[in-house]
């Protein structure tokens, strides 16, 4: 999603595919969003009054009392009482309601029950990764409905944030920290999830989507997921990994130049290396450059490779090189 085109693409499907919000705002589609909305709406609605009010107001005085030939000002006009406790009292109620209105929708928003869900997210250049009870790792954040979550967010490089406008909620993620944020889902469905942080080149690709499950899905979900590897073909589970265990932030499959080598056509080409030797780039090799990446530095590169040694199981490996095979084009 490299693209605007990419994007209009995400932005079409998943907004097709949720409820659509008001005019003005998208869906309320967490438990906080109704109170959220109508603090904004308050504040909204006094600014505006007030705006139209002395604006008006502004342009009757400037035409009514202009100076005109011939007229002389009039004395100016005594103190009233009646007049300042009115523009006092007034506008304090209104800043003191905003105050507790704003307050409480903010603390309920701030500390999650003490029951919720917990799920990990990790920011990084350029992408969300949630890390569910079980261990299993996804880049969407899915969740059960009518049941408190409790975000932890922590980043791996530079802020990044957590953005969900159908929840009301934006947590930063922050290097080196965690942070913690909630929302209880209100009703199934797929939302957008976006990173409102400036982060980077391709800080508008992070974008994710929310999947609320009905009662009851959610953990079969979670068990499907997490055994990906049993339950897809595997050349569809190593486009999973690839995407998920960072190989995507160095290796294009475009053939596009990035930190690392292309994927593209990389199967079965003859790989000149950095101490002059060629090899052929079969099963073995990428296996090694896996898990050994400082065996064989491919010419040109740096060897920054980190060894996914002890990280990726041997399935997990056998699946990444059968995808990589499926980006050979003859
Ligand atoms: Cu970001």
């Known amino acids: 999603m490299n693209d605007a085109n990419g994007f209009m693409n995400y932005l079409n499907n998943t907004v097709l595919a949720q409820e659509r919000g008001s005019f003005w705002l998208p869906p309320q589609a967490s438990t906080t969003a109704a109170d959220v909305d109508w603090v904004f709406q308050f504040i909204f609605g ?39 406790l ?26 999650a029950p003490d029951n919720a869900y917990e799920i990990n997210v990790t920011g990084q250049k350029w992408k969300w990764l949630f890390t569910y009870p079980n261990g299993h790792v996804d880049e969407n954040l899915h969740v059960p409905v009518d049941i408190p979550v409790r975000l932890i967010l922590t980043s791996v490089d530079v802020i990044h944030s957590l953005f969900v406008p ?57 068990q499907d997921a997490a055994n990906f590897l049993n339950t897809m073909p595997p050349a569809e589970a190593g486009t999973r990994l690839y995407k998920i265990r960072g190989c995507a932030q160095c290796h294009s499959i475009d053939g596009t130049g990035g930190h690392g080598p292309t994927f593209k056509n990389l199967f079965g080409r003859d790989v000149a290396l950095k101490n002059g030797s060629t090899v052929a780039a079969d099963e073995n090799y990428i296996r090694t450059s896996i898990l050994d990446p400082m065996a064989d530095i491919v010419a040109g590169f740096e060897p920054v490779m980190p060894t996914y040694q002890g990280k990726l199981k041997a399935e997990e490996v056998t699946a990444i090189i059968e995808y990589i095979k499926t980006l050979r084009e003859e």
Not at 57 to 79: S, T, Y
Not at 89 to 109: C, S
Not at 173 to 202: H, I, M, N
């Open 166 to 222: 159908a929840f009301r909620i934006k947590m930063d993620a922050v290097p080196g920290r965690y942070t913690d944020t909630w929302f209880q889902a209100k009703d199934p469905g797929e939302y957008l999830l976006f990173c409102a942080e400036y982060c980077g080149t391709s800080h508008s690709d992070m974008t994710s989507m929310v999947v609320v499950h009905k009662v009851g899905e959610f953990e079969k979900w979670m």
């Open 46 to 84: 006094v600014s505006a009054f007030f705006f139209i009010l002395i604006v008006t107001l502004m342009i009757i005085f400037i035409i009514r009392f202009k100076r005109r030939e011939g007229v002389e000002p009039g004395a100016a006009p005594h103190h009233s009482m009646a007049l300042e």
């Open 86 to 111: 009115t523009w006092s009292i007034i506008p304090t109620i209104i800043v003191v309601l905003i105050f507790a209105f704003g307050f409480t929708t903010y603390m309920n928003m701030r500390i």
